[in-house]
């Protein structure tokens, strides 16, 4: 596993922007760019990972992440199908005219917002996602004039979550060397055992003590919060895919049923029963309308 990289995002010829599906639901990309990132990703349940917040998405994410602002790949770990749309802007995307024109304010207040990374919701998210899975369809010109839209769209919804509330210092994050895949690709394997933070420690180097002050410092939780949280997002996917619930819950990794379903009320806002129900009940309502 490398450290966190610099990825360098290579720009057709006369495009401000790059539109992209990338697959690397394999490969744990831990990166940041000076390039800004709006990403879609359509699937059961992954992991959001941006700055230092850590948490799971259900369904579908989307995310407006600023300039040298880390963060892992949407798609990492995914176990079932899934449709992502990526696109990259310039650094410069819309030069000085994002500073003098007051029809941009909007746009330029939403460009700042990014810098701790934003998540769209609801119905926001329901519509740009639509219009964005069907950018590719357009001519160049056009899709600049439908981009700058949804942009302006995104900066005059109220639904939306800032990721990083605190002041987020990038340097602590472009200057460690502590590799987080090594961790990921632990608890991965291990999450349905007893996950060891003292193994886990010993893999990156460093004793048991300074290995929990530099996780909770990284993802604003403790070993055991991110572990628990890791096997809530894949009950979450089991539970969609209608696997038993004390099934789920032993499978996962969980002893006890009484505390899984705490747990998960707790992290997911309903027991895992009236998850199940309503993720069965709106996906018999998709069907239905198709």
């Not at 800004?36 to 941006?50: C, K, M």
Request: glycine residues 4%; contains cysteine.
């Amino acid at each position: 596993m490398n450290e966190i990289q610099l990825e360098k995002v290579e720009f057709e010829p006369g495009k401000s922007f790059k539109l992209f599906s990338p697959r690397l639901r394999n490969t744990f990309l831990w990166h940041y760019h000076p390039e800004f990132e709006l990403v879609y990703v359509e699937a059961d349940a992954g992991i959001r990972h941006v700055g230092s917040h850590v948490s799971g998405y259900t369904q579908s994410d989307l995310v407006f992440i600023g300039s040298n602002l880390p963060h892992l790949n949407f798609d990492y770990r995914l176990r079932s199908d899934y449709q992502q749309v990526v696109i990259q802007l310039r650094v410069n995307f819309l030069g000085e005219a994002i500073q003098v024109s007051p029809e941009l304010a909007a746009i330029k207040q939403l460009f700042k917002k990014s810098a701790s990374g934003i998540s769209f919701y609801g119905a926001t998210k329901q519509q740009a996602s639509k219009r964005l899975k069907q950018l590719h369809e357009l001519p160049s010109f056009e899709q600049l004039i439908e981009l700058l839209d949804i942009f302006q769209f995104l900066a005059t919804s109220s639904e939306f979550e800032i990721l990083n509330d605190d002041h987020l210092s990038i340097q602590f994050f472009l200057k460690d060397k502590i590799r987080m895949g090594a961790i990921y690709e632990y608890i991965d394997a291990n999450y349905n055992l007893k996950p060891d933070v003292n193994i886990v420690a010993q893999k990156v180097n460093l004793t048991t003590p300074a290995f929990c002050r530099y996780f909770k410092r990284q993802t604003n939780m403790t070993f055991t919060d991110f572990v628990n949280q890791y096997r809530i997002d894949l009950a979450k996917n089991l539970l969609m895919q209608d696997k038993n619930i004390t099934e789920v819950c032993y499978s996962v990794g969980f002893e006890s049923l009484s505390y899984f379903n705490r747990l998960f009320n707790k992290i997911v806002g309903k027991n895992p029963s009236a998850f199940k129900k309503t993720w069965h009940h709106s996906s018999t309502d998709k069907q239905l309308s198709a």
